[in-house]
């Protein structure tokens, strides 16, 4: 029989509560600050039209740099309430392969009952998580809450996925990119982090699978991310986006599915901008701006990238620019 330390949980779920509390403040002020620098773009839009190109791209630079920070702390608080809940006790403990059925897509839904509602605490607490599932060393799904999206599985094994091999590869938190949930048939964006022994740890290589117990894993929403670049204050003829390592788009300041900058690349998932030089150049960890054509359309492109331990993705704002007495200015 497990033995189970209470004490252990109770202070994780304080700490792990004033964790979300801080860090919740941190993302409010760092969307106020977005607000506002989106304000002091907006109301020079006059001198833009002037040819005041240069005020453009410092203000629009700016407010990259600060979706580019507000996207990594958001990834940050989720790294680490990830992994203070990988550190409880009773998660670590070893998990009973023999509860998996086939036909529950992992085991049954009256099946390790106090760690699924430790799930859905979690998912109560933080509403940047959808879903957060617990995977067997070999890919194999254990349980998943809610356990409706464990119901709707079309599939049992996770090891061909990117985040499952980024987390066993590095003994790391790993962020994946964007892939068609094998739940809800949506986009989805997953992070993980491997659970070790509880008397190992990932500090040595061999650690990485030798000792490895299952996988922690948690769905970023992404309807989230796109609320938050719809409230920004951005002009109609303007698109902020968040786009993976692969250039998914993963969401975007625009609603509208006609968009150029949406339906760039017309994957199943949205946009694609893999093509686009600014993609190249954010991808590889820089900083900067770009004039690039889209679809007959020439385009300011500002971008930043998002560094989240192995992974990068970037944020970039597009800006259509006018042709007027042969000198470039911003529409």
Do not use: C
């Not at 990119?177 to 659970?195: F, H, Q, R």
């Amino acid at each position: 029989m497990r033995r189970i330390s209470y004490i252990q949980i109770f202070f994780s779920f304080i700490l792990l509560i004033g964790t979300i509390s801080f860090l919740k403040f941190q993302d409010d002020r760092m969307f106020e600050r977005i607000i506002a620098q989106e304000d002091i773009s907006i109301n020079n839009n006059s001198l833009l039209q002037n040819n005041q190109t240069e005020v453009s791209i410092h203000n629009k630079n700016t407010i990259v740099q600060l979706l580019a920070n507000h996207l990594e702390t958001k990834l940050n608080k989720s790294a680490i309430i990830l992994k203070i809940v990988s550190d409880i006790p009773q998660i670590r403990a070893l998990p009973n392969a023999s509860l998996i059925n086939p036909s529950f897509h992992g085991i049954p839904k009256d099946a390790e009952i106090q760690n699924r509602q430790i799930f859905q605490n979690i998912l109560s607490i933080d509403k940047d998580f959808e879903v957060i599932s617990y995977l067997m060393p070999n890919g194999d799904m254990y349980f998943q809450e809610p356990y409706s999206r464990q119901e709707n599985l079309t599939r049992d094994n996770f090891a061909l996925r990117d985040y499952y091999k980024g987390a066993v590869s590095t003994g790391d938190t790993y962020l994946g990119n964007v892939i068609i949930s094998a739940s809800s048939g949506l986009p989805s964006v997953l992070m993980s982090i491997p659970l070790y022994s509880a008397n190992e740890s990932s500090s040595s290589e061999a650690n990485h699978t030798e000792n490895l117990i299952g996988l922690l894993g948690a769905n970023q929403g992404i309807s989230k991310f796109n609320k938050f670049l719809q409230s920004l204050p951005i002009s109609k003829n303007e698109t902020a986006i968040y786009v993976d390592n692969n250039g998914q788009i993963i969401a975007s300041s625009s609603s509208s599915p006609s968009s150029p900058i949406n339906k760039q690349g017309q994957s199943n998932a949205g946009g694609n901008i893999s093509s686009l030089q600014s993609f190249k150049d954010v991808i590889s960890g820089k900083s900067g701006y770009n004039i690039e054509n889209i679809n007959n359309k020439d385009m300011l492109i500002v971008y930043a990238p998002v560094k989240f331990k192995s992974t990068i993705w970037g944020v970039l704002f597009f800006s259509p620019l006018s042709n007027d007495n042969n000198n470039k200015s911003i529409t």
